[in-house]
């Protein structure tokens, strides 16, 4: 049995700690939509961030209230849920955030990054038509040669039977 093993990065410290940590990330990257952190804490919020966002798209009543537990402000909650309703992500399914490594932190190496959120819209990539491979009809020139070469052979076997 796994005691005590819950789902998701515990970041270091104990659960209510991780819970308010991740509130306050949110709660900042929503303000202002792009904050520099740690890797390790972007990755944790990344999910919860497609989360939210998901829900601003459904824009229900009950995704509302769902958003105000995750994000715990309601006042940014409504910012959100209007962005989504303008249409802000709704050519996109998933992906709402972009991870940009900034490099190691000078004090003990942590993988620093920003973390933001994605305004442009999804351009599609055209697929590569594979190439057509077009059939054009060449007269072979070895044919010809068969057929000389099956001459000169009835012309031997000619010569050879007038011989004996």
Known sequence: MRHNMKRGMKLGTDASHTKA?????????FANDRIKTLDV?????RSD??????WAK??????????IAKV???ELVREVFEKAAQGMWADRNGGYTRILKLGPRKGDAAEVVII???TEPVVKK??????VATVTKVEEPAAEAETETEAEAEAETVEVADAE
């Open 72 to 74: 715990g402000d309601a």
């Open 126 to 131: 055209e697929r590569a038509a594979a190439p």
């Open 116 to 118: 933001e959120l994605v």
């Open 41 to 45: 804490r972007a990755k944790a919020i």
């Open 49 to 54: 961030v497609d989360r939210v966002i998901t």
């Open 21 to 29: 940590m991740k509130k306050s990330l949110l709660q900042a990257l």
């Open 58 to 67: 459904r824009g229900d009543l009950a995704a509302r209230r769902l958003a």
